[in-house]
């Protein structure tokens, strides 16, 4: 998940959290819920800006 809180972190930060399959969905729901989800990537697809 690639996440910002807006309220913390500016513009272009980008967080990201690793989840397993099993969770992935889960940890989504909660990420967007909040209003913080910015997209959901494999691993293979982050880039430096993703820290």
């Given amino acids: 998940m690639v996440w910002r809180n807006?309220?913390?972190h500016t513009e272009g930060r980008r967080k990201v959290w690793l989840?397993?399959?099993d969770h992935r969905e889960?940890?989504?729901d909660f990420v967007q819920l909040r209003g913080f989800l910015l997209?959901?990537?494999g691993v293979?697809?982050?880039t430096?800006?993703?820290g």
């Fill in 48 to 50: 430096e800006a993703d």
């Fill in 6 to 8: 807006p309220k913390l």
């Fill in 19 to 21: 989840a397993c399959e």
């Fill in 39 to 41: 997209e959901v990537v």
């Fill in 44 to 46: 293979d697809e982050l």
């Fill in 26 to 28: 889960h940890l989504r």
